[in-house]
């Protein structure tokens, strides 16, 4: 089965006892606490961690209207843009001093190349961030529709074991990162 919104979804109703959904817009309660609760948890999943999936660089296009204070130039965010990892210049994605405020990037280079987590399709999130989002979905949806505080607390302690397993899992996808231009490393000589 392709993952959707709506698969993802019914997955968590079936793992508390509820009747999955046909859609997130027919009136249930299953439905509408789905609809409600399913964007922001997704999101906030997906920000947790720099997910390999869900990790972009960009060049960010500048504005031509200027920061009030503090910088000298601003760039617009890119579309789906949930958090930024760190930004840079020149073929590096890191290095540069910059603030963001609303869907802006403020700073004093006049070029940024950014380094950002962003709100992929649900079609491709890996099984292990799948398998982590339901538990999740689960543990939120748990309390609006069977009102059971333990089970809840119960589904919260599964849901970040799943986290932590899919975080592994995620770190694994990258050679480890190598200490640069570090004082006690270099006075070894």
Request: with cysteine; net charge negative; glycine share 6%.
């Amino acid at each position: 089965m392709a993952l959707s919104a709506l698969a993802l979804c019914s997955r968590a109703l079936l793992k508390i006892g509820a009747q999955p959904v046909a859609s997130l817009d027919e009136g249930t309660a299953e439905a509408e606490v789905a609809a409600n609760l399913y964007p922001g948890i997704r999101d906030a999943l997906l920000s947790f961690h720099p997910w390999s999936f869900a990790t972009a660089q960009a060049g960010l296009a500048r504005l031509s209207a200027v920061p009030r204070a503090d910088f000298s130039s601003a760039f617009q965010l890119p579309a789906g843009f949930l958090r930024a990892l760190s930004a840079g210049t020149a073929g590096r994605a890191r290095g540069i001093v910059y603030r963001l405020q609303e869907d802006r990037l403020f700073t004093d280079a006049t070029e940024v190349a950014l380094t950002y987590i962003f709100r992929p399709d649900e079609s491709a999130f890996p099984p292990y961030f799948a398998q982590a989002l339901v538990a999740r979905l689960a543990a939120e949806f748990c309390i609006p529709l069977t009102e059971n505080s333990s089970r809840a607390e119960m589904l919260f302690r599964l849901a970040e074991a799943e986290l932590r397993q899919a975080r592994q899992a995620d770190s694994q996808q990258a050679s480890a990162r190598v200490l640069e231009g570090f004082s006690l490393i270099d006075v070894r000589g």
